[in-house]
């Protein structure tokens, strides 16, 4: 049975003492669901907010790390590095890391393969664009994107691999894909897995909407049977409402 995951992904917002106060009211709310919780803080907060999570069943997770082992990358965070906190999970591949800074199918493949060297879960994200969808390619474009940067996996990898499916347009804009597009996606990255690795595998990885979710339209978007939760930006900063999305299952 693949899993069912809410992951908050906070971006550049809070400092420390906002953290810390923000992973209190977390704690502070009820699950109801089965779906295994994660968050992830800025590099500078990772530390404290492994330790204040520690015995909680909310996973702290990192937005981001380098290829490489060690070496002369100013500003740069390894898997190694990552690891030593505590940490063992990583988003890789959000369109904002893509958009701004550069980040391309290339080097993400490797620091997919950089991460699971080091054994670690990674929250792969991809997504068309709006053009993309206006013109029809939206498929072509996913396909290509899991292709080029996890198509060279072997099977027994993918046990590692969360998918994250994210259409550009709808990341932070309040606009949503509407249940109907995103099981739609989630079906045809099903098949595309299925078409590479067999059906089994595909039937194990679990696929993750992210745009624009939020407590209003969680229920109907997990409700569909290629949608195994959610990748949750703006409404992950506000406890209340990320444990609404977590409960929506
Ligand atoms: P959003 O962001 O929920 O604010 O649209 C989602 C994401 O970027 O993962």
């Known amino acids: ?10 971006k550049m917002n809070n400092d ?6 923000l992973l209190t009211d977390l704690q502070k709310q009820t699950q ?3 779906a295994e919780v994660m968050v992830a803080p800025a590099f500078t907060n ?11 069943n909310i996973e702290v997770i990192a937005q981001n790390m380098h290829y490489a082992e060690n070496g002369a990358y100013t500003g740069e965070i390894s898997a ?3 690891k030593s906190i505590g ?27 950089a991460a699971l060297e080091k054994g670690m879960r990674i929250i792969f994200c991809f997504g068309e664009e ?11 474009v996913v396909e290509n994107q899991i292709k080029n940067a996890l198509f060279h996996l072997s099977a027994a990898a993918f ?4 998918l994250a499916y994210e259409p550009v347009w709808a990341i932070g804009t309040g606009e949503t894909a509407s249940p109907e597009q995103a099981q739609d996606m989630h079906a045809f990255i099903r098949k595309t897995l299925a078409n590479k690795y067999g059906a089994d595998i595909a039937e194990e990885v679990s696929i993750l909407y992210g745009g624009s979710c939020k407590p209003g339209n969680a229920q109907e978007i997990f409700s569909k049977p290629d949608v195994d939760g959610g990748l949750i930006g703006g409404a992950s900063l506000k406890a209340e409402d990320f444990y609404a999305i977590v409960n929506a299952f």
């Open 130 to 140: 709006l053009a993309d969808r206006k013109s029809g390619n939206e498929g072509t």
């Open 159 to 162: 046990q590692n691999i969360i």
């Open 32 to 34: 109801t669901s089965n």
């Open 80 to 82: 190694s590095m990552l």
């Open 16 to 21: 420390l003492a906002e953290t810390l106060a």
């Open 1 to 10: 049975m693949r899993k069912q995951i809410v992951a908050g992904n906070w």
């Open 87 to 113: 940490i063992n999970t990583v988003i890789l591949g959000h369109s904002e890391r893509r958009e701004y800074f550069n980040e391309t199918d290339e080097s993400l493949a490797k620091k997919v393969d």
């Open 46 to 56: 990772l530390y404290k907010a492994f330790e204040a999570l520690k015995d909680s």
